[in-house]
T-cell receptor, first 108, second 113 residues
Framework: AQRVTQPEKLLSVFKGAPVELKCNYSYSGSPELFWYVQYSRQRLQLLLRHISRESIKGFTADLNKGETSFHLKKPFAQEEDSAMYYCALRGGSEKLVFGKGTKLTVNP | DTEVTQTPKHLVMGMTNKKSLKCEQHMGHRAMYWYKQKAKKPPELMFVYSYEKLSINESVPSRFSPECPNSSLLNLHLHALQPEDSALYLC????????????FGNGTRLTVT
């Protein structure tokens, strides 16, 4: 079975502070992992995927198979980063499963 | 065209009505999805079509009936819905390559009265 856990429902930081959104997964095979972001009144959009190992909007995420984690990090948070963030997993089929999401608020 | 387009944006229907949601993409993607999203909750998978064939049905009640007329179009036919079916219905598409992401539409906000 595929399962994604995002332990923090809400996360609040100040502008310029580092931010880390946690994601742990459960899947016995090789997972495909993604981070999606949903800004207020906008469509759900891809932020990062584990295979690309790129930085988007200053965010990075590293797949740690030993800890079964795919945490999202940014060294200096900006107010425009305030949004809902979902970690998602696909394991061997077309099914993409989302975690419950973390609402990030970046305060001025 | 790199977008998934959903119509209508909003829909209000009574419990005895029949209506349809429409989704369109012209990116050549071969997998198309319907998700349901309640307020402040993550998207929940309903159906997946792969190469125009239904490949996943997440035990969705029969009052929701998906249809994939061709590789660019996906419909969701609605009949005899309940008020608890009110939600944002999201369509998504995906190319077939490994680790290719889902591209989501803006959704249809459905209210069942």
């Amino acid at each position: 079975a595929q399962r994604v856990t995002q332990p923090e429902k809400l996360l609040s930081v100040f502008k310029g502070a580092p931010v880390e959104l946690k994601c742990n997964y459960s899947y016995s095979g090789s997972p495909e992992l993604f981070w999606y972001v949903q800004y207020s009144r906008q469509r759900l959009q891809l932020l990062l995927r584990h295979i690309s190992r790129e930085s988007i909007k200053g965010f990075t995420a590293d797949l740690n198979k030993g800890e079964t984690s795919f945490h999202l990090k940014k060294p200096f948070a900006q107010e425009e980063d305030s949004a809902m963030y979902y970690c998602a997993l696909r394991g061997g089929s077309e099914k993409l499963v989302f975690g419950k999401g973390t609402k990030l608020t970046v305060n001025p | 065209d790199t977008e998934v387009t959903q119509t209508p944006k909003h829909l209000v229907m009574g419990m005895t009505n029949k209506k349809s949601l429409k989704c369109e993409q012209h990116m050549g993607h071969r997998a198309m999805y319907w998700y349901k999203q309640k307020a402040k909750k993550p998207p929940e998978l309903m159906f997946v079509y792969s190469y125009e064939k239904l490949s996943i049905n997440e035990s969705v009640p029969s009052r929701f009936s998906p249809e994939c007329p061709n590789s660019s179009l996906l419909n969701l036919h609605l009949h005899a819905l309940q008020p608890e079916d009110s939600a944002l219905y999201l369509c998504a598409s995906r190319a077939g390559a490994y680790n290719s992401p889902l591209h989501f539409g803006n959704g249809t906000r459905l209210t069942v009265t």
